[in-house]
């Protein structure tokens, strides 16, 4: 395990399991299963920082452990609680508790599901440009965070490290995956999205998009990977949104707006974040949590 100076992880690695790694998270491959392991570490604009945000990916990964409970949906949990886990990864388990799950493989569904309840980022760029999102013709009249007259699924291809997922169409999406398949992945984004939305809004948060992902197995489509996320998803909270303008989001967006502050150029090698900015960052993705889940983290 590496972990930086303020005791954030940067990277888990078992001896003796193959291991691949993501932006954020490590997963261990244990055969008929898989070990999500959710560090610490940090990107912004696609680089990943040198940089970790302590608990933050125990917030990240218990928080998605929150939304499979509330959504009650078949994914591919198989268990969170460390004590459970295989004899090959007990050493570890300390390390691993409160930032890991334990899960069923799947062969994952090669686009990524967003749901857009509001017009903003990306979608607000290409409507001011062409009155459209990902190809869809919207209505006139919106402006910068306006809610959507109804919830936009707009899937995108699955990007490796370093690049950039690409905006498809619904027609697209179909080819890439056939039309039953999409159908059912458009129903299931919407339904999600909605769900959670009216939850987290009587808590005081709105959710103005969210990325889910899905895989197969031979009852057909399972829900995976992270859900809800700060990293996955934009959170508003209700009290500062206006119509007009982005509201601070309850994500990495103040490290984003750090690094502009410096003239960052987007490209690796990212610089090291001073303590204040993963300070405010952490208290950020804490508050995140602890107002969707009405818990504090384990």
Known sequence: MKYD?????LECEIPGVPRKCGKVRDVFDLGDKLLMVVTDRISAFDVILPCGVPDKGKVLNQLSLFWLGF????????TANVDEYPEILQPYKEDLRGRSMLVRKVKMVEVECIARGYLTGSGWKEYKAKGTVN??????GY??????????????????????DEAIDYAQTARLVGEKTAAQLKELTVSLYSRAADYARERGIIIADTKFEFGEDEE??????????PDSSRFWPVESYAVGANPPSLDKQYVRDWLDSINFNHQ??????????????????????????????D
Do not use: C, M, Q
Request: no cysteine; glycine share 8%.
């Open 268 to 297: 690796p090698p990212g610089p090291v974040l001073p303590d204040d900015v993963i300070n405010r960052t952490r208290e950020i993705y804490l508050k995140a949590y602890k107002d969707l889940s009405g818990k504090e983290i």
């Open 71 to 78: 959504f009650g949906v078949r994914n591919h949990l198989v």
């Open 135 to 140: 190809g869809e013709k919207l209505r006139t």
């Open 220 to 229: 057909g489509l399972i829900l995976a990977d992270e859900v809800l996320t």
């Open 5 to 9: 100076k303020n005791h954030a992880l």
């Open 143 to 164: 402006e910068n965070a306006s809610k959507l007259d109804e919830v936009l699924f707009t899937p995108t291809t699955k990007a490796a490290i370093g690049d950039h």
